[in-house]
């Protein structure tokens, strides 16, 4: 089976959260379990820069605004598959992240750029490739919706559509007077059955539509995103397609995610050999300045700091962190308030606090390694990753029982806290009371090393979706 993935994301090279990840790994697992997985991708200066051995597979010329678009094929540095990139240099080659310019505000023509996306990976599944041609077009978020729209209004377009949402939160809505740039029928814009979206162009909509199946990250979300709380106003829609939606787990790259041999940890460890653990705790409150306690219960947060990701509820709750004794570190960015708020906190607190805005892969691994429970306080959360990388490495998660956290924790190897917003505050006085019980803590260590997150299962469920 031939399977292409749509996504504006991947890792080592563009990433922005947890998308970059799976479209990184998913691939490569179903390269594994004997599909033909591979990519496509916007031709970001990051992507251009890294392609290698590559060549032409055909010319889609003016499309989008863009003078010329050239869709090649090749191979991307860190990536394990097979890579198409649009060359598209008026839409992709900028100074910028992939979605925001350097001042923080989106791109003009966002769009026009996504769209092209879309367009480009229908087109594969119509042919484009004489040497190639997918069985499925699996297109992942917003970015990618309109790929099922495309091959929905071509005919001849042969392949299937798997759409999957990463976060519903993030609709990839326009004004609806551009909906005549994307050359698409004037039925596909209308409010049921259609793309449209409270007036406005829904690039979510529209996968969610017109792909032959739709799905979601964790099985517990994909519940979740029908029901008028974590549904963003689409659960009618998603109802709707309720015969055609899967929730499939994500996993990670356990060879990335590897506390046996991981580059940017100070020493190794494994669960039947934990001292290496202790090493990377002791060495991360060095590096943030904190007070080298190895009794004192160390936090870690690596996460993008928003109202979803709870972060509030966790600047709220930092007195009665502090009153239990416990540390604290984080690494992050986003709402300028937050930032101010932890910023602050660290400045007050300096031998417990330590605070790093903006984001580092290497000191994100520290940080897993090093701490003693990795904080996810989300209100809703998709999948989340980093609560896996916390199983991984025996790094207890805390966490709220929603999505995909449900999904993959339970009390053996973690804490949850909520529903209520207070409840941050017993689950931290809990966490801190049970770290004074050694040999308790080191069996619930045990126990979430043991766990398997890799891609295998998942990409098996994936490979079963892609059948129907």
Not at 201 to 213: E, H
Not at 420 to 434: D, F, G, S
Not at 436 to 453: L, S, Y
Request: proline share 6%; charged share 20%.
């Amino acid at each position: 089976m031939n399977i292409v993935h749509a996504a504006a994301e991947i890792h080592p090279l563009v990433k922005t959260g947890g998308l970059a990840d799976v479209v990184a790994a998913l691939p490569p697992a179903l390269l594994r379990a004997g599909a033909d997985a591979r990519v496509i991708v916007p031709g970001y200066p990051a992507i251009m820069r890294a392609l290698h051995a590559a060549h032409a597979v055909t010319e889609f010329g003016p499309r989008f605004n863009a003078p010329q678009v050239t869709l090649r094929y090749g191979r991307l540095e860190g990536v394990a598959v097979g890579a198409y990139v649009i060359d598209a240099p008026a839409l992709y080659d900028r100074a910028g992240g992939p979605y925001d310019a350097a001042d923080g505000w989106a791109y003009g023509d966002n769009l026009q750029r996504f769209a092209l996306l879309g367009y480009a990976a229908a087109k594969l599944g119509a042919g484009a490739d004489p040497l190639w041609r997918p069985d499925v077009v699996h297109a992942h978020d917003w970015h990618a919706g309109l790929a099922p729209a495309y091959m929905a209004a071509d005919p001849a377009n042969t392949a299937k559509s798997v759409f999957t949402i990463h976060n519903l939160a993030y609709q990839g809505n326009f004004w609806e007077g551009e909906f005549h740039k994307l050359g698409l029928p004037d039925a596909f814009m209308r409010p049921y059955g259609g793309m449209e979206f409270w007036r406005q162009v829904s690039f979510m909509k529209a996968g969610i539509v017109f792909g032959r199946r739709i799905g979601t990250v964790s099985p517990t979300y994909a519940r979740e995103i029908t029901t008028a709380e974590f549904g963003c106003s689409l659960d009618s829609v998603l109802r709707e397609r309720a015969a055609d939606l899967r929730g499939i787990l994500n996993g990670i790259d356990t060879d990335l995610w590897n506390p046996v041999n991981d580059p940017h940890c100070a020493a190794a460890y494994d669960r039947t050999n934990l001292a290496g653990k202790h090493a990377c705790k002791l060495a991360l409150q060095r590096e943030f300045g904190l007070e080298e306690r190895k009794d004192a219960l160390l936090f870690g947060v690596v996460t993008r700091l928003s109202h979803q990701k709870g972060l509030d509820l966790l600047l709220g709750a930092l007195p009665t962190l502090l009153a239990s004794g416990a540390q604290l570190v984080m690494l992050g960015a986003g709402d300028p308030q937050l930032e101010h708020g932890f910023r602050s906190a660290a400045q007050a607190h300096a031998s417990r606090i330590g605070v790093r805005i903006g984001y580092d892969e290497g000191l994100a691994h520290r940080i897993v390694a090093g701490a003693d429970s990795i904080m996810v306080p989300s209100r809703f959360e998709p999948c989340g990753l980093t609560q896996l990388y916390g199983l991984r490495y025996g790094t207890l998660p805390f966490v709220r029982r929603t999505g995909g956290l449900a999904d993959s924790v339970d009390e053996r190897v973690g804490f949850f806290c909520g529903p209520p917003e207070t409840a941050i505050h017993e689950t931290i006085k809990r966490a801190v009371t049970l770290h004074r019980d050694p040999d308790r803590w080191q069996t619930m260590m045990v126990e979430a090393m043991g766990r398997e997150h890799d891609w295998s299962s998942s990409a098996q469920r994936y490979l079963q979706l892609y059948a129907e």
